[in-house]
């Protein structure tokens, strides 16, 4: 299955096929015409598929760099490491970086093939759920401060993503868990058949099968969002359902509680039962979400005072002078965004 992300200049494919990462070699020659390639992975990846991705590129000169996996080597300090394995194997812009691995792995060597000699083109390869559905399209690349998550970044879009969903199959479950949740939330804000779809079965061990149609569609509407948005200043807000309370539940915990994939369920849930109240969205909706987030395996809840999150949220750079913009529901796959702002919140009383 291909996709192509429209963007002049910028365009992209996107292949999504079991198997593909054998065959790596042959579409990559389509898009990269030089010699030398740095493959950048994690310590969990690289030893499941690096062999397996350097035999597709034999035909390429290739070097990797393995970095510790986990988000705190996402981190605006393992840049050198990665700029002097990039200088050490003479990584020049007529070369190829490609991100093999999650979203930490694609936005750390993404930002990095942005900023090393001012751009060298990359290729992403992700392997967790979360990044073939949301984190490799889109070109938002970053790394974390020790102030926050995100904070230097760039766009910068790949010339070509493989999708290969049979690497899932050594995802661990948590990880399912979370991609599941951007799953949803691509049907919520966009595709009530989607979201049909995913509710007709019982577990995500049933769903597998569909896993490669689920990845195409999913991918295929944040593609559509970042064409008509590609810098993030009005549509693409709608890929934030969720978000916003996703973030104040894992600050509020440190990120030591709950995983992004279950704040994000949680949020999805919670913001829909407040807009239900307001009668911003139709009602019965937010069960509907529930039963869905039920099925695989992710909460809805997490037994808190809104007033222990009002700090928090207040906390957050983007709620600027107390005007909040949150993304509502009208019904399951119609999104909006909905200005308000923190008394938005205060009708919940515990989420
Ligand atoms: N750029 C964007 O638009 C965007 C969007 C959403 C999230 N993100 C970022 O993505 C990151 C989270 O991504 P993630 O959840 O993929 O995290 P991750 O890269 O840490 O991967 C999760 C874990 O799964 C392991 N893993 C990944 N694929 C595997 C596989 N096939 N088999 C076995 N283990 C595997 C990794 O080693 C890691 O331990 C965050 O930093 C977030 O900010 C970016």
Partial sequence: MKLTVNLDNNSYPVYIESGILKHAGTYISQVFKGKRIIIVSDDNIYPLYGELLVNALSSFECSSLVLPHGESTKSFETLPKIFA???????????????????????????????????????????????????SIGGKVAVD????????????????????????????????????????????????????????????????????????????????????????????????????????????????????????????????????????????????????????GLPYQCNLPVSELNDAIRLDKKNLEDNLNVVLLHRIGSSFVYPTNLNFFEAAGTI
């Fill in 145 to 296: 401060l020790p102030q926050g998550k995100n904070l230097v970044g760039a766009f910068y879009h790949p010339k070509l993503v493989l999708i290969d969903p049979d690497v899932l199959n050594t995802l661990p479950e948590r990880y399912i868990r979370d991609g599941m949740g951007e799953v949803i939330k691509y049907g919520c804000i966009k595709d009530l058949s989607l979201f049909e779809l995913l509710s007709s079965y019982h577990s995500f061990e049933e769903l597998k099968s569909q896993i490669p149609s689920i990845i195409y569609r999913c991918v295929d509407i944040k593609r559509t969002i970042v064409e008509a948005d590609q810098f993030d200043t009005g549509e693409r807000m709608l890929l934030n359902f969720g978000h916003t309370l996703a973030h104040t539940i894992e600050q509020f915990y440190q990120y030591k509680r709950e995983s992004h994939g279950e704040a994000v369920a949680i949020g999805m849930y919670q913001i829909t039962c407040l807009a239900e109240k307001y009668g911003l969205t139709a009602l019965g909706e937010a069960e509907k979400i529930c039963d869905l987030l039920k099925i695989y």
């Fill in 85 to 135: 394995a990039m200088l050490a194997n003479n990584i020049t812009r007529s070369d190829l970086v490609i991100a093999l691995g999650g979203g930490v792995t694609g936005d750390l060597a993404g930002f990095a093939a942005a900023s090393y000699l001012r751009g060298v083109p990359l290729v992403q390869i992700p392997t967790s759920l979360l990044a073939q559905v949301d984190s």
